[in-house]
């Protein structure tokens, strides 16, 4: 080595950021095709030539009708769905044609989310120094994220890392992990992708299968990217959020609740009706040890801004009811789920946009002092909770 002899501690100094890792650009993207949330029930049954199963267009009536949710975005288009009519039955082997469709999808819907937080962010794309993509839709190599980092233009030295198969929890531990990769790596920027197209779980209803309806119920098409880095370069990066704790909880004894298999005929799921209240009885638990681990106790819930995976309106409401939420605290992730359905790992992405932009809003309106810290929580199977303590510098907000 050479004659400037460094103690390790000083090399892994010299490595690290000297300040939290931060979000510096959000993008959101959905596919171009609506459906109204009232006639998706006739919809379904229609396309899937299934009318005379009125018990079970009943039931997703009935679901539809509680779910919170407005209106939702699919790739799956009559033409796409009218050209491979064996999506509509499980028992068909569709798994290649499904996985062709999606290689091509996926990736691109991310790109166009991605376009939309790296021009926010400021810098050129080849500044980016690694990928996090995450879906559940991967079922090939190269995957999704090779075609990204294509699609983008993205320096050929990004280092990649794609999670499958994550669910819902999938946004959540991107964030996590991107935060890791900021924090530790001087100068480092990373674009956390979630793409997520509900072709791969499409298919017809079934007597015996409510997890089906449940799924037709609630879930959406869509995209979400997230710029994260530390010490942020002024005055192009600006940080929306700061990232001041994260970590994961599962709960014990719940690995069946909710699930998820790739099958020949597509991805088969099961999510238990007891999701919103084993969701309810241990929130609490990780939020008063993540504030604890940053030295706050008796933090008052209703003094901080929340970001929450609205998996579905009763876990919404569970979570409010037990951490005492005043109405409104929830209304960034009531939206979201109001106007896209539960997009799975994305979603918790397309939280942070709203929060952010009712947030410029507010400030705007001079409608009194917005929180400064909040709260982003992600759910998925394990039962899998990632939670992330969050800052959010007013300089932002003045500079809009
Ligand atoms: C645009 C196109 C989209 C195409 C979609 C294609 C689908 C693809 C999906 C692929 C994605 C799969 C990924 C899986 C990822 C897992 C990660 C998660 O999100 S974890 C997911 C996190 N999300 C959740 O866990 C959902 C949370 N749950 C809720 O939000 C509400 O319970 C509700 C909105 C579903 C119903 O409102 P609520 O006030 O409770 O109303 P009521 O008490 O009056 O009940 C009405 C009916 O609902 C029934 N039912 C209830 N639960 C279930 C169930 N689990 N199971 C089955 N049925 C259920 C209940 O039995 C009753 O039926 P009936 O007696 O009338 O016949």
């Not at 459906?35 to 919809?43: N, S, V």
């Not at 810098?123 to 080849?126: D, F, Q």
């Not at 197209?197 to 995209?223: K, R, V």
């Given at each position: 080595m050479g004659s400037a002899p460094a103690t390790v501690g000083d090399m892994r100094r010299a490595q690290r950021a000297d300040g939290p890792a931060a979000v510096l650009g959000i993008g959101t993207a959905n596919p171009p095709t609506c459906?109204?949330?009232?006639?998706?029930?006739?919809?379904y049954f229609r396309v899937t030539k299934s009318e005379h199963l009125t018990d079970l267009k009943g039931k997703l009536t009935r679901i539809c009708n509680k779910s919170g949710i407005k209106k939702r975005f699919i790739h799956l288009d009559k033409q796409l769905l009218a050209a491979n009519p064996d999506f509509t039955d499980r028992t068909l082997p569709s798994l290649d044609a499904r996985v062709e469709i999606a290689s091509a999808a996926v990736p691109e819907l991310a790109a166009s989310a991605a376009a939309k937080a790296i021009a926010e962010w400021g810098?050129?794309?080849?500044d980016i120094t690694h990928l996090i993509f995450s879906t559940y839709s991967?079922?090939?190599?190269?995957?999704?994220?090779?075609r990204l980092a294509s699609l983008l233009g993205l320096s050929p030295t990004v280092s990649r890392t794609i999670l499958n198969l994550h669910g819902c929890y999938g946004g959540g531990r991107s964030l996590q992990l991107a935060k890791e990769?900021?924090?530790?790596?001087?100068?480092?920027?990373?674009?956390?992708?979630?793409?997520?197209?509900?072709?791969?779980?499409?298919?017809?209803?079934?007597?015996?299968?409510?997890?089906?309806?449940?799924?037709?119920?609630?879930?959406?098409?869509?995209?979400?990217?997230?710029?994260?880095?530390?010490?942020?370069?002024?005055?192009v990066e600006r940080p929306l959020f700061e990232m001041a704790f994260a970590s994961q909880t599962t709960i014990p004894e719940t690995e069946d609740a909710i699930s998820m298999q790739i099958n020949k005929g597509g991805m088969e799921y099961h999510i238990s009706n007891q999701v919103p209240r084993l969701l309810g009885c241990n929130v609490e638990r990780c939020l008063v040890d993540a504030f604890g681990a940053l030295g706050i106790n008796n933090a008052d819930w209703n003094d901080l801004f929340w970001a929450i995976h609205p998996g579905g309106r009763a876990i919404l409401d569970h979570i409010e009811g037990v951490l005492g939420l005043d109405d409104g605290k929830l209304a960034a992730s009531r939206h979201v789920l109001s106007e896209f359905?539960?997009?799975?790992?994305?979603?918790?992405?397309?939280v942070l946009d709203e929060l952010r932009r009712r947030r410029v809003l507010a400030a705007k309106q001079e409608e009194g002092k917005a929180p400064e810290w909040g709260v982003m929580m992600a759910f998925g199977p394990g039962i899998t909770i990632e939670t992330m303590v969050l800052r959010a510098p007013t300089a932002t907000l003045e500079g809009n």
């Open positions: 459906l109204a949330q009232d006639e998706y029930p006739d919809y810098r050129p794309a080849t991967g079922a090939r190599a190269p995957s999704a994220d090779r990769l900021a924090e530790n790596n001087r100068g480092a920027r990373v674009l956390v992708a979630c793409s997520e197209i509900t072709l791969i779980a499409f298919y017809g209803p079934e007597g015996g299968c409510p997890d089906n309806i449940l799924g037709q119920a609630l879930f959406g098409d869509g995209a979400g990217a997230v710029i994260v880095g530390a010490d942020p370069v002024s005055p359905g539960n997009m799975s790992g994305t979603t918790v992405i397309f």
